[in-house]
Every structure is written in C-alpha cells, then in structure tokens.
C-alpha cells in the first residue's frame, strides 16, 4: 500500500507538472504565430518635429496602401537635426535595428548615407537635385538597386529664385546668398546660382552659415552692409532655423526670398520651391508598394515639377516693399 500511495503522489507530481509546462508553453506557441509588424526607419537631415505636414502626407501615402503606423506598420524615426555628419550613424542604427525598409528624406545626403549603410534594404528617397547625378540610381525609369523615390528638382530652380528676386528688387545692385558650408550638395547649389547671375551681370554675395551663432552674426553684418536682397539656400538646417531667420531678416527689413512656402506662411516676404506634401503623400505610397512586394529596382524614380510662388503681402507693407502687380498676378497664393 505504501508503495502504490508513493507512485500515485509520484504521478500526480507529473502531471501537475506537465500541465504546468504546457500552459507555459502555450502562449509562447501562441505568439510565435503571430505575424511580425514591419518597421519602417524614417530618416531626415533635418527636424522631424518642425515638419508634422510633411510625415503626415507620408501617412496619408502609406495608409491608401493599407498601411496604418500602429496598427500594421511601426516607424522609427531618426533626425539629424539639420547636421549632416550625424546622418552615417543614424543610418547604421536603422540598418542594426534590421528594419524593413528605410525612406530618407530632406535632401540627398540622408539617401546617401543609407545607401552606403546598406545594398539589402530597400530605400524610398526624396532628393532636390538629379539623382543620378547625385549616384542614388543609374537610371529613373529602371533605377536599379534598392533605391527609388521622388527627384523634386529644386536645386536646379537657383537661377529661376534669382530671377524671381530680381523682379521683387528690380534696382537690386548687391544680393546676399546665405549657405550652409556643411552641406553636401553646397558646390552644386552655388554653382547654378552663380551662373545665373553671371548671365544677369547681377553682383552676388556669398554667406556662410551653420549655427543658430553664425546666422545671428551673419544678419548683424548684413545690417551693417545693407545687401538689397537676400536668396536662401534649401538647405536642411537653415529649413529648421526657419522662424529665427524669417524675424531676422524682418526686423532688418531686408527683401529675401525663401526656398518653401512654409516660410513664407511664417511671416517670410516670399517663397519659390517644389511643393513638398505630394511627394511625401508618393514616398508613402511607394513604401506601401515596396512593403507588398514590388521591388524598388522596377519603381521609377517621380519626378515633381509643381512649384509654388507664395507671397506675403503683410511682410511686405511691414518692411516698406511695394510688389510689382505683374508678379502678384503670378503668385500661387498671396497671403494679405
């Protein structure tokens, strides 16, 4: 009897323990069945935060292909925060993390350093220059590789920006042309400028400036020197130092033309640019694509050519500037 009471304990010791291990096991079991949310890295050259329209026409994009962040999709997001020697770690981290795909935004220095972070991956782009110029694709119908994306030209609109400042300050004898010198893409930005005003036998000035520090400094110079215009660079980080830059150049009341409406709609006097929420809304959509298997070597790079002319009439009286009503009549939009 003794030994049958053992075995029956020992039995009931099994069982409880078996039951035990395969309730552990089970929603182990359960999980591993579920299907893993794709990540998306979301890499930019510039703020992230000051950019809330632009992330959510990329939403928009992503969700018309059944992609919903939270939901089905999650996104991590990475900002060099206008400083380009950040955007080769940034890259790296996404490509550590294994994300599924990355799409690099604000200028072709972020494609860039994802392309040279990773040949697997695929990568969605937007870029204001050529990019197979900018050596992302070898071609834009057949880009091949793991990169594709949206090309919005705006670097080669320099000369289109000077003429435009022309027509604001027909008198203009001397235009200040403010720089980012850490800019990747500087050389060929300066160049299409420069070019331009050779063929206008306009005088140009060039400025340097890469801190919140030397644009401060840079406009107390410039209210020394009195320039009678000033044209902007699209850069990333002078694009985060937007309100800094729009109340420095208002309080001077120097004429200066910007590159995005944003700044214009911030109280600059005037913006020329590539409309940037349509390209977003299509790299969202491309990513969508990529994430259902289409492969970004049979994607065609878009190419956008809607630009906008945005004027700020207020800006305008506020500085003394009387627009010319030929140019008005142009204007996209003019805000009163």
């Not at 992609?67 to 550590?96: C, H, K, M, W």
């Not at 289109?160 to 004898?173: C, F, H, Q, S, V």
């Amino acid at each position: 009897m003794k030994h049958r009471i053992q075995f029956l304990r020992r039995r009931r010791e099994f069982i409880t323990l078996l039951g035990g291990g395969a309730a552990a096991a089970w929603p182990i079991a359960a999980r591993a069945q579920q299907p893993t949310m794709p990540v998306i890295g979301f890499l930019r050259s510039s703020s992230i935060e000051r950019s809330p329209h632009l992330v959510a026409a990329f939403l928009q994009g992503l969700k018309e292909t059944g992609y919903i962040e939270g939901q089905n999709v999650a996104i991590a997001y990475r900002s060099a925060e206008g400083q380009y020697d950040r955007l080769a770690a940034l890259a790296a981290d996404l490509v550590r993390r294994r994300v599924n795909i990355i799409v690099a935004t604000g200028g072709s220095a972020p494609a860039t350093a994802a392309k040279a972070a990773t040949s697997a991956i695929p990568i969605v782009f937007t870029t204001g220059g050529d990019p197979i110029r900018e050596g992302l694709v070898a071609s834009l119908n057949q880009p091949g590789g793991n990169l594709t994306g949206v090309s919005l030209l705006a670097i080669d609109v320099g000369s289109k920006r000077l003429g435009l400042l022309r027509e604001l300050i027909p008198n203009a004898t001397t235009i200040a042309l403010l720089l980012n010198p850490t800019n990747p893409e500087l050389g060929q930005h300066l160049q299409d400028v420069q070019r331009a005003a050779r063929s206008l036998d306009q005088q140009i000035v060039v400025l340097n400036a890469a801190t919140e520090e030397e644009i401060d400094s840079t406009f107390a110079a410039m209210a020394r020197e009195r320039p009678d215009a000033l044209l902007l660079d699209p850069d990333s980080f002078l694009v985060s130092r937007r309100d800094q830059i729009v109340t420095l150049a208002n309080y001077h009341k120097i004429p200066a033309l910007y590159d995005f409406r944003e700044s214009a709609e911030a109280g600059g006097l005037a913006s020329y640019g590539p409309s940037h929420t349509e390209p977003y809304r299509l790299v969202g959509m491309y990513t969508g694509r990529i994430l259902k298997g289409d492969k970004p070597a049979d994607l065609p790079v878009i190419q956008s050519t809607k630009f906008e002319l945005v004027i700020n009439l207020r800006t305008a009286r506020r500085i003394g500037l009387e627009i010319p009503p030929a140019l008005l009549a142009r204007a996209d939009e003019v805000i009163e």
